[in-house]
């Protein structure tokens, strides 16, 4: 791959635009007084290997993927997921999330089909998905809140909760920086494409999981190449149960249950996680792993392991030095 990929190689106001100011800030100099350690180290823009640009709205909004008992709190509304089932009484089987909505003293019960949305009360509900036995986060059902008056009109009319391109983009604070790897099923060879597969896990998430793009901030080959995903002032995306809000997501391509990272690897990590800390104003203690917050072994033992023994806290201390 050129160098004319990486962002060093870009004008400066592409990648201004690209990262956003105050990323680039600390590489390329745009107006600002932040102290110069812990630069953003290159990536490769969304642009540069994406198959098409990313989908969703902003909107004051939340999701997540709540199960039986769980409750979903935004602003002053609380949705509790009583249950999921499946609905056999028309003509296809469909699988329904029964709500509870309150809001102040009122509330109500409704049983909601997968796919469907509706307002109440100045918020717009959307189920995106009920996933049945045998599915990725079974059991789950992915809830979609927002204000109304925040949504594009079409969106805020919808009764259905629509595919990747209705999704909404959901704001956050990022508060912790949490190392994933993509688990495939296969381990990542250096022959490997990257961004083939990032456009897989692209086109993966929209099609499958209603995701307006890759549900990670960053990713990561074995060269230790660093790829631009999601808008990190956006929330990333899950198929755990977690609140991915706050988290600042670097996810590594391959499955580090099955290999092992390389120093390569390891050293842009900590570049990245280093940058962020400076970035958002976080200590060290904030670094942690996907398993450190939901059921889940990602990102795998070998990534695990130097999350665990201080590797990388040590590496990403030198840095900030
Ligand atoms: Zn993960």
């Not at 990929?5 to 007084?33: E, K, P, Q």
């Not at 990542?188 to 961004?195: I, N, R, S, T």
Request: aromatic share 6%; with cysteine.
């Amino acid at each position: 791959m050129p160098q004319g990929v990486i962002v060093d190689g870009m004008s400066h106001a592409h990648v201004c635009r690209a990262l956003g100011a105050a990323a680039a800030a600390l590489t390329l100099g745009c107006a600002t007084a932040r102290p110069r350690a812990a630069p953003m180290p290159p990536v490769v823009p969304h642009a540069q290997w994406e198959a098409r640009p990313r989908l969703g709205h902003a909107a004051d909004a939340t999701r997540r993927n709540r199960g039986a008992g769980d409750s979903l709190a935004f602003r002053d509304l609380t949705v509790t997921v009583l249950g999921t089932d499946v609905d056999s009484t028309g003509a296809r089987p469909a699988d329904v999330a029964r709500l509870r909505l309150a809001l102040g003293g009122a509330t109500e019960e409704r049983v909601v089909r997968e796919g469907a949305a509706f307002n109440w009360r100045g918020f717009h509900v959307a189920v995106v998905a009920v996933y049945g036995p045998g599915e990725l986060g079974a059991g789950l059902a992915a809830l979609e809140v927002a204000t109304a008056a925040s949504l594009p009109p079409h969106v805020a009319a919808s009764d259905s909760a629509g595919g990747a391109a209705m999704r909404l983009r959901i704001p956050h604070r990022i508060t912790h920086v949490t190392l994933h790897h993509t688990g495939d099923a296969r381990p990542l060879a250096p022959e490997d494409d990257v961004p083939a597969k990032l456009r897989a896990l692209e086109a993966w998430g929209a099609r499958e999981r209603n995701w307006w793009d890759v549900p990670y901030h960053f990713l990561l080959g074995l060269d230790g190449r660093i790829y631009e995903g999601r808008d990190f002032r956006y929330a990333g995306e899950t198929n755990t149960a977690y609140d991915p809000r706050g988290h600042f997501l670097i996810s590594v391509v391959g499955n580090y249950e099955r290999q092992e990272p390389t120093p390569a690897q390891l050293s842009a990590i900590a570049d990245l996680m280093a940058w962020a800390l400076r970035e958002f104003d976080l200590p060290l203690e904030r670094i942690g792993g996907h398993y450190h917050y939901a059921e889940t072994g990602c990102p795998g033992r070998h990534l695990r392991r130097p999350l665990e023994d201080g590797t990388l806290r040590r590496m990403v201390a030198e840095r900030l030095r």
